[in-house]
């Protein structure tokens, strides 16, 4: 019989050689796994990296839309009502004024956004309207304060002036764009303190430096620095066109040294305002007329028997209602800036036509309150 020759075992060196070369070749090497580790790795870093951008950058552009909106007016007497409910006063002449400030400065602190003038961070980095806005409205509350310390808290011009006045006046004198050490809101802050207080006095009757004296010839004195200040406005908004008949045809009661030509050329050319500092200048008014508005209701109230006495009512209430025109809610989300009977609109014009219309009525309202 042929028998089939035994097959010799393997030894152990020999299976275990076999084994650990097969292992070997099945597992990957270290190298490899490290590298395979940080290629996974690294895309998806990068991509969460990317996303978190994105999300910033749609958070920060939200909130740059919603901070720019123009905010609401709001009721003078309603604020004038809310202040002296709190201090336990009544109503008397020239609360309302002070009650009209207090509401234009908290509402600069306290919008949407808060004050975004002296921001150094998104969104409010990036922002102009907004700011430029803020600017308008804190100039005219800077007017007010400045007539509360100098013309209707005093009788004369030996009369002491209130501290309260004083201190709300200086405060309100800090650089808009100042934010550390002392920031410009703290100093407002102190300021609108300072007015609460003001007419904290006024209403309870029992300081003497306390007062406020609804006069013609005090009136006259702030209704010429608003006539300054509302033909600057015009004059700067009117130059968007560069078109000079223009703008001498809108702005008829401002002479060339009481105009404000901050970034505006006017020449017998013609020389228009640059198309980046349009947006600015319309904005700016827009401010200054929203707090105006305000205060003329305020004066409505304040000086009722002086505005009667002269029949001047017809000239306050025409002012208040070109300080609505100019106060519109705006439907464009840019600021337009169209030439003549073009095909775009100019919003510069409009509001510059508004202005001006309310220049002349406070013009009338000064000479009443002068001769009358």
């Known amino acids: 019989m042929n028998e089939k020759p035994a097959m010799a075992p393997l030894g152990p060196d020999t299976r275990s050689d076999r084994g650990q070369s097969s292992s070997t070749a099945d597992q990957p090497s ?11 790795s690294r895309p998806s870093a990068l991509r969460i990296v990317g996303i978190g951008l994105a999300l910033y950058a749609v958070v920060v552009l939200a909130l740059g839309i919603v901070w720019s909106r123009q905010p609401a007016s709001f009721d003078v007497e309603a604020v004038q009502a809310e202040e002296l409910a709190a ?10 004024v002070v009650a009209a400030a207090i509401g234009v400065a908290e509402t600069l602190l306290d919008k949407s956004g808060g004050f975004l003038y002296n921001d150094l961070t998104p969104p409010g980095l ?12 804190l100039k005219e509350l800077r007017d007010s304060a400045r007539a509360l310390r100098n013309d209707f808290s005093r009788s004369q011009t030996q009369s002491i002036e209130n501290e309260h006045t004083k201190r709300a006046d200086v405060k309100l004198a800090i650089d808009a764009s100042s934010w550390l ?14 007015l609460r207080l003001f007419l904290r006095d006024l209403a309870a009757g029992q300081d003497r430096s306390a007062r406020f004296y609804a006069r013609a010839d005090n009136l006259a004195s702030y209704l010429a620095i608003v006539e300054k200040r509302l033909g600057s406005l015009a004059l700067r908004l ?3 066109v560069g078109d000079h008949e223009l703008t001498a045809a809108l702005v008829q009661n401002v002479d060339e040294g009481d105009a404000e030509l901050e970034d505006v050329q006017v020449d017998l050319g013609g020389s228009a305002t640059p198309w980046y500092l349009v947006d600015d200048t319309y904005y700016e008014a827009r401010g200054y007329t929203w707090a105006l508005l305000h205060m003329m209701r305020a004066i409505s109230i304040d000086f009722a028997d002086i505005l009667a006495s002269k029949n001047a009512d017809v000239s306050i209430q025409q002012i208040i209602r070109d300080l609505e025109g100019a106060s519109k809610p705006m439907v464009s989300p840019i600021v337009l ?5 073009g095909f775009l609109a100019n919003h510069s014009l409009v ?8 220049n002349a009525a406070v013009l009338d309202l000064r000479i009443l309150m002068q001769q009358g």
């Open 30 to 40: 270290s190298s490899d796994n490290g590298s395979s580790v940080r290629t996974g």
């Open 351 to 358: 509001m510059a036509s508004y202005i001006s219309r309310a």
């Open 126 to 137: 990036y922002l102009d309207n907004m700011p430029n806005w803020e600017y308008g409205a």
């Open 87 to 96: 201090t336990g006063g009544k109503p008397v002449p020239g609360t309302a």
């Open 238 to 240: 009117s130059a968007s």
């Open 337 to 341: 800036n169209g030439h003549g009977y």
């Open 181 to 194: 050490l002392p920031s410009a809101e703290d100093e407002y802050r102190q300021a609108a303190d300072s």
